[in-house]
């Protein structure tokens, strides 16, 4: 199974690969490299500049998976397109929820 998030006892750590200054908000799949990296595709209608495109990753984010905002931060990536996000709370169910979305 391909993921694009690794579990921890206490959070999961999501690879996402961002893109700014799109036409609407959503999620659009797994993407795989060519070195075999997995990043979940995400747009946001947000501009890359002042973290505004960050803060509306984590507001999707956070809407797709019905947590909190607060419990998403990020790790690595602020100033690039390739981000890894950390996911607080119980990596069971922060798990089913992505693999609901299609992100396994």
Request: charged fraction near 30%; aromatic fraction near 2%; proline fraction near 6%.
């Amino acid at each position: 199974m391909i993921r694009a998030y690794t579990p921890f006892p206490d959070h999961v750590r999501l690879a996402v690969r961002l893109t700014p200054n799109a036409s609407r908000d959503g999620l659009e799949g797994i993407e795989t490299t060519a070195d075999g990296e997995c990043w979940l595709k995400a747009r946001v209608t947000a501009v890359p500049e002042d973290g505004k495109a960050n803060k509306a990753l984590v507001k999707l984010l956070a809407g797709k998976l019905r947590v909190p905002k607060s419990s998403i931060s990020l790790i690595s990536g602020d100033t690039a397109r390739k981000k890894i996000l950390r996911l607080e709370g119980e990596p069971e169910d922060l798990m089913k929820k992505l693999d609901a979305l299609g992100t396994a």
